[in-house]
């Protein structure tokens, strides 16, 4: 893993080079919420990622030069237990986490490349807590228990690597199938293998970014074209350490997780696009009594 770090630093202290070559060609952005999904507020609750992506003028494909596309990612995430007035013993520590990032994406050939840092900081420090206070007084749900509070995963700043490699296989004129493989060194440490198939004319040739807890794909450059795309995707992920569970909080993480996804996109033209997806997330730690579904 440490070697991914060394790999992303080379790749973002190269970036600076080639900055005034680069204009902003597109943004990304994508929220998602676990209420939504199957009518609970727990566990991967929910989500924002906004990306803001600077480069040579968009042409259909990433550019070969590591360094070149540039995406500046912001993220915030919600990770609660199973019952926020009030977390059970076998349940998980409540999170709340933001990041910053700075990620390149490239490619060889019908080989994609994505790779980046993020700064993730946790813990009270984030403000998330305040944040869902406030948000369910005006909705009048259910505040975090004192318990669940006193429990907020600590304080903290985690220097986090990131790594994707996918291939893309056209199946046809407007249906492409994309292998990737993922790893991840930080925050949480894991290894991911999985597919993602994009069907309609209109999704073959964008930039796609990978939203972080849900693994739906969202635009980071669109071509403009109107129409209508569907996204179907799986992937599996072996998963090493992970500062969302505390030791002192005693649960225990499940070392292999899968996800399962779909989504439709609805363009009409230049800045004008939606999207709609679904995904299931399977148990993430020992005693989970079922997964997630999250809507985006």
């Known amino acids: 893993m440490r070697l991914i770090v060394m790999i992303c630093a080379g790749l973002m202290m190269a970036a600076p080079t080639m900055a005034q070559d680069r204009e902003t060609i597109g943004q990304g952005r994508i929220f ?31 550019h070969t030069a ?32 933001i990041s910053a990032g700075v990620h390149t994406h490239f490619a060889r050939g019908a080989t994609n490349i994505s790779a980046g840092l993020d700064l993730v900081a946790t813990g009270p420090q984030t403000g998330i807590l305040n944040l869902q206070y406030g948000f369910h007084d005006l909705i009048s749900a259910p505040n975090p228990s ?3 509070e006193n429990n907020h995963v600590a304080n903290g700043v985690y220097p986090t690597a990131l790594v994707e490699v996918s291939y893309r296989l056209p199946t046809g004129e407007a249906a492409t199938l994309r292998p990737f493989v993922e790893a991840q060194y930080g925050v949480e440490d894991f290894v991911r293998v999985g597919a993602d198939v994009l069907i309609g004319a209109t999704l073959q040739n964008d930039l796609w970014l990978r939203d972080s807890p849900s693994g739906q794909l969202y635009t980071g450059v669109e071509t403009g074209r109107a129409g209508t795309g569907f996204v179907l995707g799986a992937d599996y992920a072996a998963v090493g350490h992970s500062e ?47 997964g997630n579904f999250s809507v985006l």
């Open 244 to 290: 969302y569970f505390p030791a002192s909080f005693g649960t225990v993480a499940q070392e292999e997780r899968f996800r399962a996804r779909a989504g439709v996109h609805w363009r009409f033209g230049d800045m004008s696009s939606y999207f709609y997806g679904l995904t299931y997330l399977s148990e993430e730690y020992e005693g989970q009594d079922g």
């Open 32 to 62: 998602t919420n676990d209420f939504f999904g199957d009518n609970d507020d727990r566990w991967r609750s929910g989500s924002y990622a906004y990306s803001i992506v600077r480069g040579p003028e968009w042409t259909a494909a990433p």
């Open 146 to 148: 004192e318990f669940v």
């Open 66 to 97: 590591p360094g070149a596309i540039i995406e500046y990612r912001l993220r915030s995430e919600i990770i609660a237990p199973s019952a926020l007035n009030g977390a059970a013993q076998n349940d998980r520590a409540y999170v709340g986490a």
